[in-house]
Structure formats: C-alpha cells, structure tokens
C-alpha cells in the first residue's frame, strides 16, 4: 500500500519527484501522487507528462517516449495514443491546473477532489511551498518601489492560508511546507510574518485540539516547551542544501509539521545527513559541448568563432594586468589560440549525443538513464556580441582567480554602458559559476537573462542551458519541461531540488513507518 500524497503550488514538480523517486526504481514505490496543483499553463504540462511517466515502473516506461523525445517530437503525443489511454487519464486526473485561492466554491470542489483520492485515510502527507515573490529579499525592495504599496494589502503574503486550511479540513499525518530565506524577516504591521505562520500552522484550527508539531530538518530541537512544542530559532530552519549534496547553495526554510497522535507515539523526525559538497563539474562534465548564438538574427557558427578570436587582447594586456594579473592574460591568448570551435549546433530540445558517464556512482543512478540516449532541453542562448566578449574574459578570469571577476575588474571597455554600473550594487552582475564548487542559487531570474549563469568553460562562452540548470537542480534526465525555453528556464528555477526532496522523503517514510503507517 502506497502513501498518497497532496501537492499545492506544485511548480513543475521538484518536491512530488523527491517522493515519488522512493522505492519507484526498485518497482516499490512508497508514495504515490494523489493530487498535484499549479497555475502555471507550462509548469502543469510538465506536471502532467511526468505523471504519465510514472504511471510505469521506471524500467517500464515506454518505449514511445524515448522515440518521440529522438525525434524531436511533443512527448505529449502520448495521450492521445490509445494504447496509453488508462496511464493518461490518471495523469489527467492527478495534475490539476489551477490557482488556489480563498473561493467557497473552488475549496468546495478542492476539497471533494481530495477527499475522493484520500477515501478516510489518515496515512497521508501534503506537501508544497506558497509563492515567495512577497516574501524574497528582492520582491520586497521591488515593492517598495510601488506606489501605495500595503503588504497587507497584498495576497501573496496570505497564500500560505490556503495551504493551513487544507491542513484544518484533511489534517494529514505529516505536511512539508517550503520557502524563502526571507520569509524569517517579512513583516506586516510590524509583526514577523514567520512567527504568524508557525503559530498558525501548530494550531490550525484555532484552539488546543488538533495540534502540529513543527521540526527542522537541519537541526534537532535544543529542547521543548510545557506544552511539548520542539524550541527552535528562526535559521534552524534554514536548510543550506550544499551541505546535503545537492550541487548549488541554495539556503530555503523548510519545515516538517508531525499531527500530534503521531507525536504523542513517541515518534521524532531525524535530520538531514550532511555529506560532502557535489561540485559543478561533477554533474555538469558529461554534457555536450555547445556553442551559443549571437543575438539580432547573426547565428553564423564562424561569426561566432569571429567574435572570440578577435577579442582586443593585444589591445587591453596592459589593462588586463594590472587588473586581474598576467595569468588571465596568459589564459585569454591560450584560449583564443585554441578554440576547437566552430560547432555546428547549438544545441535543441533534444541533442542526440550520450553525454559521459557521471563518475559518483550515486549521482550517476539519481540523474542517468541509458534508454535516454542523448540529453534533453539542452539548446544554448543566444547573446549579444558585448555580452559575449564579458562571458570570455569573466570565464578566464575564473579558471585563474577561483572566483567572478567584479565589474571593477573589467577593463573599460568591457564594462556595460549601464548609468549605476560604478555604484557598488552591480559587484556580481557577471558571474561565473565555478566547476570546483557548488553553483550559486538557482533562481526563475535566469529566464530574463544568463548573466548570474556563465558557463565555467570559456571555450563554450555562454550561460548555462535548462538541462545543466536542471542537473543543478537535481533533475533525472529524463525528465523533460514543456514549454517554450523562457518557461522552462521559470520552472526549473522555482522548483525544489529534487534530490533534496528525496532526502526528505526518506524522513518522512521512516516516520510513518515506525508510527506504524505504511
């Protein structure tokens, strides 16, 4: 018997994955997606056709969704094939494309649609993470900008009511709940918006009965209140996800809430394993090599080339020695000399060519999949010729120094004509993600532009693709985002690292299980 599980503000899938990877390749699956929710017409695609996915023991997916994929065809052509006509109408059912919202009667029909698929259960968990524009460090000094902005005027910061209502009416056995870091420091009405949501989420109903205990995942609690409440500061629930092997830093506040019978059994979440950190080069090594383009319509492969081999070196050594030393000079002339470029691809929905075996063993059965046979949204940008002359001098700079070039450390004539470029706000705005380390934060902000997501290869001269963003993320390989690019790029950004979710997963199985659930 498998636990069924709820997903709200679903995005394309990151936690659902974690969950559903559990027990699913050894032909056991665990959990199993009862419902899956999103408002974004793309991201609920991607819900949708990973669900059909899934509905097969993993090495019983079909064949038909490798040759589509080879062939550069909608994998979303299976649902219409009638042989798959049972899988697609699950898939159908479980990934609903909505926006939740405080309506009686979308929550009434929410609610018979849950009820349906938990039929009196109490062995199940929701998951999910609220939108974090309101509550963002960044979203935040946006709004600032906005005349007549209220906060508590603003939905955003209330969405997560949706989620405790959810809890209130079907009161699941155990719900994780993710956001952003600055969650801890939002405000309404001078009152942190965090410590209005635990207060919220320990009593969902408003009074002593039917309580929720709130764990962190990264530390164990110090100790507990008269009550039994865990005592926790606001950063224990901080979880730093380069600590647990997930290849980027990406710090979000996620909790694990336990239904008080379970707590009263006696039963305690553990804490995440911290391990070694995963570098970039790591899960990035193994894909194809890719050129990018040159923007305003010059896709020429030998302008491309053009572009890097006339960098004014000769005309900027001085320059570039004074301000980077003469090893990022020594590296720019040796790359130039010997770029083994012109290729003739840039990449596609999918290349056909099998990148290289990852080398960590466990990476390699997490990410790879040998029916694959080639990699998956994998096309690189195009850029401006400005744009790519940063990218090559940023890239060598980084092989050299270990570390992004600030703009200060840009010659002259390679700083963009931006008025505030000088002002201090822009340090980082060109940034190298380097192989040896983790890669910053994945973020929805690497849709608009790939500046904060240069390639560390400076012989590739580009930002990253949405496969290597997705390794990043932790993202099977075969796991493909419908979609235009630019949506793509949104909803590998905003997800959670599916890896990560499966570390959690693992939590939440043993919890049931010694509360003898499952």
């Known amino acids: 018997m498998t636990i069924p599980i709820i997903d709200l503000f679903a995005g394309p899938g990151g936690l659902g994955e974690g969950f559903s990877q559990v027990g699913w390749k050894e032909g056991d699956p665990f959990f199993r997606i009862g419902l899956s929710v999103e408002m974004e017409p793309a991201a609920h695609r991607t819900l949708k056709l990973r669900s059909f996915v899934r509905q097969f023991p993993f090495k019983e997916i079909p064949a038909?969704?490798?040759?589509?994929?080879?062939?550069?065809?909608?994998?979303?052509?299976?649902?219409s094939m009638g042989k798959f006509a049972d899988q697609a109408a699950i898939a159908d059912?479980?990934?609903?494309?909505?926006?939740?919202?405080?309506?009686?009667?979308?929550?009434?029909?929410?609610?018979l649609k849950i009820s349906a698929i938990l039929k009196g259960r109490?062995?199940?968990v929701l998951i999910g993470g609220p939108p974090c524009q309101?509550?963002?460090?960044?979203?935040?000094?946006?709004?600032?900008?906005?005349?007549?902005?209220?906060?508590?005027?603003d939905h955003r910061h209330f969405l997560y009511q949706e989620y405790l209502r959810i809890i209130e009416v079907h009161r699941p056995a155990v719900f994780i709940m993710e956001n952003v870091r600055g969650i801890l420091s939002s405000k309404i009405n001078g009152r942190c918006v965090f410590d209005r949501i635990l207060e919220d989420l320990r009593k969902p109903s408003g009074g002593p009965g039917g309580r929720y205990r709130i764990f962190s995942l990264a530390t164990e609690a110090a100790a507990f209140e008269d009550d039994g409440d865990p005592i926790f500061k606001k950063d224990d629930f901080v979880i730093k996800s380069e600590k647990y092997g997930i290849p980027q830093a990406r710090h979000r506040v996620i909790l694990l809430g336990m239904r008080d019978d379970l707590f009263r059994k006696g039963v305690r979440p553990a804490t995440l394993a911290e391990r070694n950190q995963t570098s970039l080069r790591k899960v990035l090594s193994g894909l194809p090599a890719l050129r990018s383009g040159v923007s305003r319509g010059k896709y020429d492969k030998h302008y491309w080339k053009n572009i890097l081999s006339t960098f004014p070196v000769d005309e900027l050594s001085?320059?570039?020695?004074?301000?980077?030393?003469?090893?990022?000079?020594r590296r720019l002339?040796?790359?130039?000399?010997?770029i083994p470029f012109p290729r003739e691809d840039m990449g596609a929905e999918f290349v056909n060519r099998v990148p290289a075996a990852i080398h960590d063993t466990l990476l390699a059965e997490w990410y790879q999949d040998e029916r694959l046979a080639g990699v998956l949204n994998h096309s690189a940008r195009t850029h401006m010729e400005s744009?790519?002359?940063r990218y090559f001098y940023a890239a060598c700079f980084a092989k050299e120094h270990y570390r992004s070039p600030k703009i200060s450390e840009f010659p002259e004539t390679l700083k963009p004509d931006h008025k505030n470029r000088d002002s201090g706000h822009f340090n980082d705005r060109f940034r190298v993600q380097l192989s040896g380390k983790p890669s910053c934060t994945i973020t929805s902000h690497i849709s608009k532009d790939g500046h904060y997501y240069i390639?560390?290869?400076?012989?590739?001269?580009?930002s990253l693709t949405v496969r290597e963003a997705a390794r990043i993320q932790t993202f099977p390989d075969n796991y493909f985002f419908c979609g235009n690019r630019t949506q793509q790029y949104v909803q590998v950004g905003n997800a959670v690292p599916p890896l990560l979710a499966y570390k959690i997963a693992g939590i939440v199985k043993r919890l049931l299980i010694e509360a003898e659930f499952g």
Do not use: M
């Open 64 to 79: 038909e969704y490798y040759e589509l994929l080879r062939e550069g065809r909608n994998p979303e052509e299976l649902f």
């Open 93 to 111: 059912k479980e990934a609903w494309n909505e926006t939740l919202r405080n309506d009686d009667d979308f929550n009434e029909v929410l609610d």
């Open 122 to 124: 109490q062995d199940w």
């Open 134 to 153: 309101a509550y963002s460090v960044v979203g935040r000094s946006r709004n600032k900008g906005i005349f007549g902005y209220l906060p508590e005027e």
């Open 318 to 329: 001085k320059k570039i020695c004074e301000l980077s030393g003469i090893e990022v000079e």
């Open 333 to 338: 002339r040796e790359v130039i000399a010997h």
């Open 387 to 389: 744009d790519l002359r």
């Open 455 to 462: 390639h560390p290869d400076p012989r590739q001269c580009r």
